[in-house]
């Protein structure tokens, strides 16, 4: 079976070249397609918390309510 196909090779040998020449510029066609991010995204994940509180200020809010939420969920 190898001895076969290492024949073919041999007296076929253009051919081989031919399709191995086909094969690597089908894959440099295809990786210039891929879809691919070089750049990672290192940046830490991040929530935003909208919170209301009835008779606080923004401050308040903030310092009473949205401070303590975010210290426990970190």
Do not use: C, H
């Amino acid at each position: 079976m190898f001895e076969k196909l290492i024949r073919f090779s041999i007296e076929q040998r253009w051919l081989v070249l031919l399709a191995a020449l086909a094969m690597g510029a089908l894959g440099v066609f295809n990786y210039q397609k891929l879809p691919i991010d070089a750049v990672p995204d290192i940046t830490n994940v991040q929530v935003q918390i909208n919170t209301q509180a009835a008779g606080y200020s923004p401050l308040e809010t903030e310092q009473r309510v949205t401070y303590p939420i975010e210290t426990v969920m970190a």
